[in-house]
């Protein structure tokens, strides 16, 4: 489902990514772990070129962007297509009701009519637990509440893969629990997610795999169980004693 072939990115004289390499299957549930400025955030903007990367390829499902070439407006737009993001701080348009922040992806990049648009809005934001907030605005909303409507806008888009960005690091502790659950819900029902995440909780109970990143690079790969029980390398060993 998504290939990535010697990644690499640099922002003026910094290179944040140094080659990455990395390959993930459907319905596969990717949580990536390390410290911060190990890359985790530039490696899932890449997989939506949000960033542009400087060099290396990326495939998801039927579409290849290469790096090494100038790529036409087009092909990027096919590209971004294949995924959707969940942003730390959710984004949302603050002057458009929920129902209308997760309709807007679908009519503008979908062509879908408004009608059916609503249909599905509906739809999606009854399944992540807001069938009774269809017309509230963001500010009428809990942190726990506006992400899962963020999460409702991204599947709006029906993605190969969902992104996931630091969805719950902007939370206060008794609302994380809430967005946890729909993502574990999505994982469930087979969905395709790269979540870049603190929460080892949620690593362990629904990653089928663990990757743990260090200054750009991925320095270690395995189950969860295996992460988390008998990490093989020294970082990874580091890491994860800080955490205790
Ligand atoms: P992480 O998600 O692991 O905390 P990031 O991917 O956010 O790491 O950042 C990795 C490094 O890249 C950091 O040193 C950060 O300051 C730098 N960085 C990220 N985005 C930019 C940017 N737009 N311009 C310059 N430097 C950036």
Redesign the pocket.
């Known amino acids: 489902m998504i290939s990535i072939n010697g990644l690499h990115k640099q922002?003026?004289d910094?290179e944040?990514l140094k080659g990455i390499d990395l390959q993930i299957n459907k319905g596969e549930v990717i949580v990536v772990i390390?410290?911060?400025?190990?890359?985790?955030?530039?490696?899932l903007?890449c997989l939506n070129i949000l960033?542009v990367p400087t060099s290396g390829s990326i495939t998801i499902d039927d579409q290849t962007a290469d790096f090494s070439k100038s790529l036409p407006k087009r092909s990027i737009d096919l590209f971004r297509k294949k995924s959707a993001m969940v942003f730390q701080h959710y984004n949302l348009f603050p002057h458009m009701t929920a129902i209308q922040n997760v309709m807007e992806g679908p009519v503008i990049v979908k062509k879908l009519s408004k009608a059916e648009a609503r249909k599905k809005a509906e739809q999606l934001l009854i399944k992540v637990g807001l069938g009774d907030k269809l017309d509230f605005y963001p500010h009428q909303l809990s942190g726990g509440q506006q992400q899962r409507v963020g999460i409702a806008r991204a599947l709006a888009l029906e993605p190969k893969v969902m992104l996931f960005d630091?969805p719950t690091s902007a939370l206060d502790p008794e609302l994380v629990g809430e967005v946890l659950q729909v993502m574990k819900d999505l994982a469930g029902e087979g969905i395709t997610m790269v979540v870049?995440t603190h929460e080892m909780r949620f690593a362990n109970d629904v990653a089928d795999e663990v990757i743990f990143?260090d200054q750009?690079k991925i320095i270690e790969r395995s189950k969860p169980v295996d992460m988390f029980t008998n990490p093989k390398e020294e970082r990874t060993k580091q890491f994860l004693n800080l955490l205790q």
Request: aromatic share 4%; net charge neutral; proline share 5%.
């Open positions: 922002f003026g910094l944040v390390g410290p911060s400025g190990s890359g985790k955030t530039t490696l903007r960033e630091e870049v990143m750009g």
